[in-house]
């Protein structure tokens, strides 16, 4: 595996830890980190009261690379909402189960929850 690869991953390892911590003082329960599928990955699993909550988590370092809760574009929207539905199977949940998805977004240091940041879509 290239360093840079197996670096990244770290760091994102380092800030998806860093939202969970940050996500249980706001209340919520978390489930399970990096949720992966045939079709994807979904960073955090979290219960919010009573939704289900699939939380993507981006990090960047300055404004040069964008803005972090911008980067969950409609291409990355489709692959949670697959994965979502992969989890809700695996799990058994049913359809009177409410499920929202949140983007959690840390520049400098700062951590940005957007709840319901997205509908679902295929």
């Known amino acids: 595996m290239r360093y ?3 670096n990244n991953r770290k760091i994102g390892s380092v800030y998806e830890q ?10 919520y329960e978390i489930l399970q980190y990096n949720y992966r ?3 994807g990955e979904i960073d955090i699993v ?4 009573s939704y289900i ?13 964008g803005n972090a809760l911008d980067a969950v574009n409609e291409k990355k929207q489709r692959v949670l909402c697959r994965c979502a539905l992969f989890y809700i199977m695996e799990h058994n949940l049913g ?4 499920y929202r998805f949140d ?12 709840q319901n940041a997205f509908a679902f879509h295929s």
Do not use: P, S
Request: net charge positive.
């Open 4 to 6: 840079d690869i197996m």
């Open 18 to 27: 860093a939202a969970g911590y940050y996500l249980e003082q706001q209340g």
């Open 37 to 39: 599928c045939h079709a």
């Open 46 to 49: 979290a219960r919010d009261g």
């Open 53 to 65: 909550v699939f939380c993507e988590v981006k990090y960047r370092k300055g404004r040069g690379t």
């Open 95 to 98: 359809e009177n189960q409410a």
């Open 103 to 114: 983007v959690v977004g840390i520049e400098k240091n700062r951590i940005n929850v957007i």
